[in-house]
Antibody, heavy 122, light 110 residues
Framework: EVQLLESGGGLVQPGGSLRLSCAAS????????MSWVRQAPGKGLEWVSG?????????IYANSVKGRFTISRDNSKNTVYLQMNSLRAADTAAYYC??????????????WGQGTTVTVSS | QSALTQPASVSESPGQSITISCTGT?????????VSWYQQHPDKAPKLLIY???NRPSGVSNRFSGSKSGNTASLTISGLQAEDEADYYC??????????FGGGTKLTVL
């Protein structure tokens, strides 16, 4: 069964850091682009960051997190990570890991995890 | 990276059809056929309904269909059922290499 399982969410103070993990199973992880998408309480979906497996790998970020968040992946562990630094209250959200249908992030996201919740508050 | 524009809410009776619009620009919806639609029920993860403007993944009902004209994409749901009541999001690739989502549309089946 194709599956994504996020972990690492929690309560963190403003300015703090957190690392999210997303463990994949049931498919050839290295062949697919992966993204993180977040959803603030009661709000819509916001794409956060993507890691394409094309051409040795490339990363991209939403302007709202550029310079603060870093996406990475370990194909040997079938895991994608999101390192979040300098966290703000506006980063409070459920964070979903998602698989793109192919090697680049212009393809739709066809597999989603159940999400992990990040709360930034003092 | 501006969001795509969707109506905040729509409603229709069971058995009827409804169309949800998604308006972008000539930098995203207008030039790429990488438009997708997602359904999200409360407290659930999003589910892919339509990819590449009009293609349905295996297992998605043929009551869901997608199209595009110029800078506007559309999702049509025919034969509305109570289980279709959910939030719907469009998404598109953008020329600045970003992935954009619409603000979401809440569908109420009356």
């Amino acid at each position: 069964e194709v599956q994504l399982l996020e972990s690492g969410g929690g309560l963190v103070q403003p300015g703090g850091s957190l690392r999210l993990s997303c463990a994949a199973s049931g498919f050839t992880f290295s062949s697919y682009a992966m993204s993180w998408v977040r959803q603030a309480p009661g709000k819509g979906l916001e794409w956060v960051s993507g890691f394409s497996d094309s051409g040795g790998g490339s990363t991209i970020y939403a302007n709202s997190v550029k310079g603060r968040f870093t996406i990475s992946r370990d194909n040997s562990k079938n895991t994608v990570y999101l390192q979040m630094n300098s966290l703000r209250a506006a980063d409070t959200a459920a964070y979903y890991c998602a698989r793109h249908r192919n090697y680049y992030y212009y393809y739709a996201m066809d597999v989603w995890g159940q999400g992990t919740t990040v709360t930034v508050s003092s | 990276q501006s969001a795509l524009t969707q109506p905040a809410s729509v409603s229709e009776s069971p058995g009827q059809s409804i169309t949800i619009s998604c308006t972008g620009t000539s930098s995203d919806v207008g030039i790429y056929n990488y438009v997708s639609w997602y359904q999200q029920h409360p407290d659930k993860a999003p589910k892919l309904l339509i990819y590449d403007v009009s293609n349905r993944p295996s297992g998605v009902s043929n009551r869901f269909s997608g199209s595009k004209s110029g800078n506007t994409a559309s999702l049509t749901i025919s034969g509305l059922q109570a289980e279709d009541e959910a939030d719907y999001y469009c998404s598109s690739y953008s020329s600045n290499s970003a992935v954009l989502f619409g603000g979401g549309t809440k569908l109420t089946v009356l």
